[in-house]
């Protein structure tokens, strides 16, 4: 013989629940505008890192891995170090979504790609493969991530310069 359960709420218990489920809709939608205003901002933040990046070259700061002549290019420690923190392989395992970010953002001359490769590799998130070569490099060689961040950014302006056919 089966048997049935049957569950009743309380009509008061309803209540509270759909309005509770109403004021957390409400709160994710400010939470929503709040983040989409900071979101906004996030370009200044990236222009406020490049123009950061040329001030630290301009006074030498973060000259030991490039060269601060125009156009930049790295140096023979910056060829070095990139080497070491394997470079080469994060780009050709990340060669697509590296490609793809810069596309977006289309450049349309050297300028404009080497401002473009220093955002992306200025805020670059680790969850890309490879990635934590160019970490652990930083960390065992007592350098701050952003100088090789910034080396890097030199190198994938050179490394992608063919491939967008930019003069």
């Not at 013989?1 to 709420?9: D, G, K, L, Q, V």
């Not at 709160?27 to 979101?39: A, E, F, Q, S």
């Not at 890192?49 to 030498?60: A, D, F, G, H, P």
């Not at 955002?119 to 680790?126: A, H, Q, T």
């Given at each position: 013989?089966?048997?049935?359960?049957?569950?009743?709420?309380p009509n008061w218990f309803l209540a509270v629940f759909s309005l509770t489920f109403i004021g957390f809709v409400f709160?994710?939608?400010?939470?929503?505008?709040?983040?989409?205003?900071?979101?906004k901002d996030h370009p200044k933040i990236n222009q406020a890192?490049?123009?950061?990046?040329?001030?630290?070259?301009?006074?030498?700061i973060s000259t030991e891995y490039v060269y601060s002549a125009s156009p930049m290019s790295l140096s023979e420690k910056g060829k070095?170090?990139?080497k070491e923190?394997?470079?080469?392989?994060?780009?050709?395992?990340?060669?697509?979504?590296?490609l793809k970010r810069i596309k977006e953002k289309s450049p349309k001359t050297m300028?404009?790609?080497?401002?473009?490769?220093?955002?992306?590799?200025?805020?670059?998130?680790?969850?890309?493969?490879?990635f934590e070569s160019i970490k652990q490099f930083a960390y065992s060689h007592g350098e701050?991530?952003?100088n090789i961040l910034f080396a890097c950014?030199?190198?994938l302006k050179d490394l992608t310069v063919s491939e967008l056919n930019i003069k």
């Open positions: 013989m089966p048997t049935t359960f049957n569950i009743s709420f709160y994710l939608g400010g939470l929503y505008i709040k983040v989409r205003d900071i979101c890192l490049i123009r950061i990046s040329e001030i630290l070259v301009l006074k030498k070095e170090a990139l923190a394997k470079f080469n392989e994060f780009y050709h395992e990340n060669k697509d979504v590296l300028a404009d790609l080497e401002d473009v490769c220093k955002s992306i590799m200025l805020s670059m998130e680790d969850t890309l493969p490879k701050p991530i952003s950014a030199i190198a």
